[in-house]
């Protein structure tokens, strides 16, 4: 079942395909330092969402937006759709929450990204893997802020 908003006054049907993975690991993915994509967009994302970060929800409806042949949206337009969204709920603050809720649901219940939010967790497996070797104080918090991310997305997924 796809995520729907409304956007513009129109409905969007947010569906999580091929289509929108491949875009989503193309514009949010990580580069490696000589500038080769890692396509870890989709983990990137789930790990926004975990977060609650608004900047993930504003980049997935930009992009999916951009998927059905649609002109660029700007960010008036985003914020406008999501707060009709939330609106859309008894209060406000349960509203937000659904909002990512239902956006991680979505991309869970797809075996395009579900299946990239797994690799993703191992890739970040083998950072941590590497980062407890270390002893030094930045490494020491990386190694923690990698094990609560990861203890939240193995959690929800």
Same mark, same amino acid.
């Not at 513009?8 to 500038?35: D, Q």
């Not at 937006?65 to 603050?93: F, R």
């Not at 190694?143 to 203890?151: F, T, V």
């Given at each position: ?21 491949? #875009? ?11 500038g080769e994509p890692i ?16 900047? @993930?929800?504003?980049?997935? %409806?930009?992009?999916?937006?951009k998927t059905k042949g ?5 960010? @008036?337009?985003?914020?406008? @759709?999501i707060e009709k969204y ?37 890739? %970040? #497996? ?14 020491? #918090?990386?190694?923690? @802020? ?12």
């Amino acid at each position: 079942m796809p995520f729907n908003i409304e956007v513009k006054k129109k409905p969007l049907e947010i569906k999580f395909n091929y289509g929108l993975m491949f #875009e989503v690991n193309k514009k949010m993915g990580s580069k490696t330092k000589e500038g080769e994509p890692i396509n870890d967009g989709v983990g990137t994302l789930f790990a926004h969402l975990l977060e609650q970060e608004d900047e @993930a929800v504003f980049q997935l %409806i930009r992009l999916a937006y951009k998927t059905k042949g649609q002109e660029k949206l700007g960010d @008036a337009d985003i914020q406008e @759709a999501i707060e009709k969204y939330v609106e859309t709920h008894e209060d406000v603050e349960k509203g937000y929450e659904c909002l990512f809720n239902e956006i991680k649901e979505e991309m869970l219940n797809s075996g395009f990204f579900r299946k990239k939010i797994q690799k993703y967790i191992e890739n %970040i #497996e083998r950072a941590q893997k590497n980062l407890e070797k270390k002893t030094d104080e930045k490494s020491q #918090e990386q190694l923690e @802020a990698i094990r609560e991310l990861l203890q939240k997305m193995k959690k929800d997924i």
